[in-house]
């Protein structure tokens, strides 16, 4: 897994496995889930992350009781 932050987009991405996308689906407003062709999940995509959740700096996350830095795009 894979996670990253595009600050100008205030877009958090989530690569769960990477593969051709047969198809996106909105599954909750701008909440993108892609998928293969066998409809196995590959990509998370949250815009407007930081109104979402609260956070304004992804620079960190806390994933369980580990606290993980990302990568930052703009």
């Known amino acids: 897994m894979k996670i990253s932050y595009d600050k100008e987009a205030d877009a958090l991405n989530i690569v769960l496995k990477t593969g051709p996308v047969d198809k996106t689906v909105e599954i909750s407003p701008e909440i993108f889930l892609d ?4 409809g196995n999940p590959l990509y998370i995509e949250i815009i407007g ?10 620079g960190k996350i806390m994933i369980g009781k580990k606290l993980i830095g990302l990568p930052a795009f703009s």
């Open 35 to 38: 998928l293969d062709k066998k």
């Open 49 to 58: 992350a930081s109104e979402k959740t609260g956070k304004k700096d992804f």
